[in-house]
């Protein structure tokens, strides 16, 4: 997101002291030495410096290193615009026009700011099909209104962000499922289909359920009931469930609440989570469920993963206040040894920590789970200690801190403010816990650490062994004895990004220099058929600063070539790289270009891009676009 404030640490607001927290943690800590572990290599100069041949077993041609107006990919592959901003989504879905943005359109085109993808083949898929027929589910994070419409730039949001304007942005919000095709070699979003759906935050009922579900704190004025709530908003990440159904987790809800929280019923739960009277967005100007003062509850229905069923286009999503509240990124969803269903989750904030959920019930070999299968299990937060262990903290009413003591007085509470919640039971605070993606072919779990200003150089710790921290790092966890449900793990570091000439603490394998690029910013992340991580960037407003471009950096994890990133796609300038998304067979990644364009002096009137029209007139549209092999092979073949 632009606002690089939101992304401060939040100082808690009562319970233990955060600096408390950050005491007992480094109490534990160890020697940092040798933390990167065996074949890591500390700054080699030289990017261009002669090698020998390369150990890795990505062997594409890297696009230059460089940021342009346009995207890049490596040689012998091609990057084809699948579908833009505004392109039609639902039947009778108006022709895009850039001057005429207006609420009723944008319910049936294609959001703003695509982010998460979700490629899922149609039911009965053979072999065949899978990977050339399948529903693409989009994440549309947030809207940047300053590329959307002229005039805007600069301005006070209630002199030029009219109720219609706002209703648009809502109707921009949200997601798209489209249903899409592979023919001779290229992806087409099939105009026929009987799946098209645009969920936004104008208009689409959402259900609420699990432990929070119906409890006073849920409750409003348009909801008495406290289990419906209009829309999901500022969907960041997501996962696909072993099932067919699709989280998209609620990011920075925060930016979207005005009025003055410390006047609520609320206020430390607002504070806990960033609502602080300086919202984004003045949406409350359109819709006063916004506003914080007359609906003090109506932020505690946002800030949950969302479960959609997208083979169902009539079917209502749910909110499942089981895998708790805070700022969701995303989830990297598996099975326990025992077939329960796991759910790993970032919070995305300086300082904030990584969580687990697990099912109570098993998920059954065959055939769908119960339609209530991830409202009952149990919520537990990481503790990284600087041996390497990792031990996950359940978040259970009732015991240790959790208590009316300390003002839980219901698993709702507990759920309503995790945050406050995992802070009691002495989570490790992590450096922006974004992606967290499960390797299902070497059973280790990846968390892309994104980044940390604030982290103190006095606050460091072995699993945020940098302060500060503008560069991001990435974590590779080892369940015990291989079961995602084990009560602990084990931990380690698998690089550290950063600029090798000038971050002496970056991390990569040896070689980097000679064969591969460098990163900044990890954020989200795909896993390839051969188990090899390929990681999207989000430097935000430090690309500029960095001069490298935000893209898909890929590596693979064991043998060789560990850690030795490489460059193989290239957004656009001011673009944010997000959604990576095989299809089964491995012969497409799909990637989401977010924000072409976004960031200061750029506007609608002088986009600094605009990208992919490059048209006079109309503004940068994020987009979609499918990568293929120009022969045909897998992507890394
Ligand atoms: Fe929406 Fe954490 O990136
Ligand atoms: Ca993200
Ligand atoms: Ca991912
Ligand atoms: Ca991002």
């Given at each position: 997101m632009t606002a690089d404030d939101d992304d401060l640490p939040i100082e808690r607001p009562l319970g233990e002291p955060f600096s408390e927290i950050l005491a007992r943690r480094l109490g534990r800590r160890a020697a940092l030495a040798g933390i990167a572990g065996a074949g890591m290599s500390a700054a080699v100069p030289g990017w261009l410096a002669a090698a020998g041949k390369n150990p890795s077993s990505l062997t594409f041609e890297q696009p230059s290193h460089i940021i342009e107006n346009t995207d890049a990919i490596a040689a012998g592959y091609r990057a084809d615009v699948l579908i833009r901003w505004g392109d039609p989504v639902l039947i009778?879905?108006?022709?895009?026009?850039?001057?005429?943005?207006?609420?009723?359109?944008?319910?049936k085109q294609f959001g703003y700011n695509n982010d998460f993808l979700a490629y899922l083949p149609l039911p009965g898929a053979g072999a065949d099909t899978a990977s050339t027929r399948g529903l693409l589910c989009v994440n549309h994070e947030y809207t940047n209104s300053e590329l959307m419409w002229a005039g805007v730039s600069g301005k006070p949001k209630s002199e030029v962000m009219t109720a219609e304007?706002?209703?648009?942005?809502?109707?921009?919000?949200?997601?798209?499922?489209?249903?899409?095709?592979?023919?001779?070699?290229?992806?087409?979003?099939?105009?026929?289909?009987?799946?098209?759906?645009?969920?936004?935050?104008l208009a689409t009922p959402i259900g609420i359920s699990g432990p929070a579900a119906g409890t006073a704190r849920m409750r409003t004025a348009t909801d008495p009931s406290g289990t419906r709530v209009i829309g999901t908003v500022n969907n960041c990440a997501g996962g696909v469930t072993p099932w067919g159904t699709v989280l998209t987790a609620e990011e920075n809800f925060h930016g979207y609440f005005s009025g003055d929280p410390v006047l609520t019923s609320e206020a430390r739960n607002h504070a806990r989570l960033g609502i602080n009277g300086r919202p984004w967005y003045n949406w409350a100007d359109a819709d006063e469920r916004f506003d914080?003062?007359?609906?003090?509850?109506?932020?505690?229905?946002?800030?949950?993963?969302?479960?959609?069923?997208?083979?169902?286009?009539?079917?209502?999503?749910?909110?499942?206040?089981?895998?708790?509240?805070?700022?969701?990124?995303g989830a990297g969803v598996t099975l326990s040894a025992e077939r329960r269903a796991v759910v790993y989750m970032g919070d995305d904030q300086a300082f904030e920590?990584?969580?687990?959920?697990?099912?109570?019930?098993?998920?059954?070999?065959?055939?769908?789970?119960?339609?209530?299968?991830?409202?009952?299990?149990?919520?537990?937060?990481?503790?990284f200690d600087d041996d390497g262990a990792l031990r996950w903290l359940p978040l259970r009413f009732g015991e240790g801190p959790l208590t009316a003591a300390n003002g839980f007085t219901s698993a709702a509470d507990v759920m309503i403010e995790a945050r406050r919640a995992a802070d009691l039971l002495g989570a490790t605070p992590l450096d922006r816990p974004e992606d967290v993606e499960v390797n299902p072919v070497n059973g280790k779990i990846y968390v892309m650490l994104t980044n940390n200003k604030s982290r103190g150089t006095d606050k460091k710790d072995a699993a945020n062994p940098r302060g500060p921290?503008?560069?991001?790092?990435?974590?590779?966890?080892?369940?015990?004895?291989?079961?995602?449900?084990?009560?602990?793990?084990?931990?380690?570091?698998?690089?550290?990004?950063?600029?090798?000439?000038?971050?002496?603490?970056?991390?990569?394998?040896p070689e980097l220099a000679q064969h591969g690029a460098w990163l900044a910013g990890p954020d989200n992340a795909a896993v390839d058929p051969k188990g090899r991580l390929w990681i999207a960037t989000d430097q935000g407003s430090a690309q500029r600063k960095n001069k490298i471009p935000d893209g898909i950096y890929a590596a693979d994890v064991?043998?060789?070539?560990?850690?030795?990133?490489?460059?193989?796609?290239?957004?656009?300038?001011?673009?944010?790289?997000?959604?990576?998304?095989?299809?089964?067979?491995?012969?497409?990644?799909?990637?989401?270009?977010?924000?072409?364009?976004?960031?200061?002096?750029?506007?609608?009137?002088?986009?600094?891009?605009?990208?992919?029209?490059?048209?006079?007139?109309?503004?940068p549209r994020p987009a979609v676009v499918a990568i293929t092999k120009s022969d045909g092979g897998a992507i890394g073949s």
């Amino acid at each position: 997101m632009t606002a690089d404030d939101d992304d401060l640490p939040i100082e808690r607001p009562l319970g233990e002291p955060f600096s408390e927290i950050l005491a007992r943690r480094l109490g534990r800590r160890a020697a940092l030495a040798g933390i990167a572990g065996a074949g890591m290599s500390a700054a080699v100069p030289g990017w261009l410096a002669a090698a020998g041949k390369n150990p890795s077993s990505l062997t594409f041609e890297q696009p230059s290193h460089i940021i342009e107006n346009t995207d890049a990919i490596a040689a012998g592959y091609r990057a084809d615009v699948l579908i833009r901003w505004g392109d039609p989504v639902l039947i009778g879905a108006p022709v895009f026009d850039p001057n005429n943005l207006n609420a009723a359109a944008q319910s049936k085109q294609f959001g703003y700011n695509n982010d998460f993808l979700a490629y899922l083949p149609l039911p009965g898929a053979g072999a065949d099909t899978a990977s050339t027929r399948g529903l693409l589910c989009v994440n549309h994070e947030y809207t940047n209104s300053e590329l959307m419409w002229a005039g805007v730039s600069g301005k006070p949001k209630s002199e030029v962000m009219t109720a219609e304007r706002i209703r648009t942005e809502m109707a921009a919000h949200g997601l798209s499922i489209i249903e899409i095709a592979k023919s001779a070699g290229r992806w087409q979003v099939v105009s026929d289909s009987k799946y098209p759906r645009r969920i936004t935050t104008l208009a689409t009922p959402i259900g609420i359920s699990g432990p929070a579900a119906g409890t006073a704190r849920m409750r409003t004025a348009t909801d008495p009931s406290g289990t419906r709530v209009i829309g999901t908003v500022n969907n960041c990440a997501g996962g696909v469930t072993p099932w067919g159904t699709v989280l998209t987790a609620e990011e920075n809800f925060h930016g979207y609440f005005s009025g003055d929280p410390v006047l609520t019923s609320e206020a430390r739960n607002h504070a806990r989570l960033g609502i602080n009277g300086r919202p984004w967005y003045n949406w409350a100007d359109a819709d006063e469920r916004f506003d914080v003062e007359k609906h003090p509850n109506e932020p505690n229905r946002f800030g949950w993963m969302v479960e959609i069923d997208p083979f169902d286009p009539t079917s209502t999503p749910v909110k499942r206040t089981a895998l708790g509240r805070f700022k969701h990124e995303g989830a990297g969803v598996t099975l326990s040894a025992e077939r329960r269903a796991v759910v790993y989750m970032g919070d995305d904030q300086a300082f904030e920590y990584l969580y687990r959920f697990v099912s109570q019930v098993r998920v059954p070999e065959s055939g769908k789970p119960a339609a209530d299968l991830l409202d009952h299990g149990t919520l537990s937060v990481a503790r990284f200690d600087d041996d390497g262990a990792l031990r996950w903290l359940p978040l259970r009413f009732g015991e240790g801190p959790l208590t009316a003591a300390n003002g839980f007085t219901s698993a709702a509470d507990v759920m309503i403010e995790a945050r406050r919640a995992a802070d009691l039971l002495g989570a490790t605070p992590l450096d922006r816990p974004e992606d967290v993606e499960v390797n299902p072919v070497n059973g280790k779990i990846y968390v892309m650490l994104t980044n940390n200003k604030s982290r103190g150089t006095d606050k460091k710790d072995a699993a945020n062994p940098r302060g500060p921290n503008p560069n991001g790092h990435i974590l590779e966890l080892t369940p015990k004895g291989g079961d995602h449900g084990a009560s602990s793990a084990n931990w380690n570091v698998f690089l550290l990004a950063g600029d090798l000439s000038k971050d002496a603490g970056a991390r990569y394998h040896p070689e980097l220099a000679q064969h591969g690029a460098w990163l900044a910013g990890p954020d989200n992340a795909a896993v390839d058929p051969k188990g090899r991580l390929w990681i999207a960037t989000d430097q935000g407003s430090a690309q500029r600063k960095n001069k490298i471009p935000d893209g898909i950096y890929a590596a693979d994890v064991d043998g060789a070539g560990r850690a030795l990133t490489r460059l193989f796609y290239r957004c656009p300038r001011d673009a944010e790289m997000c959604g990576p998304a095989f299809t089964p067979d491995g012969k497409t990644l799909f990637v989401a270009v977010q924000h072409p364009g976004e960031g200061k002096g750029s506007n609608f009137e002088t986009p600094s891009t605009r990208w992919p029209d490059f048209k006079a007139g109309p503004p940068p549209r994020p987009a979609v676009v499918a990568i293929t092999k120009s022969d045909g092979g897998a992507i890394g073949s």
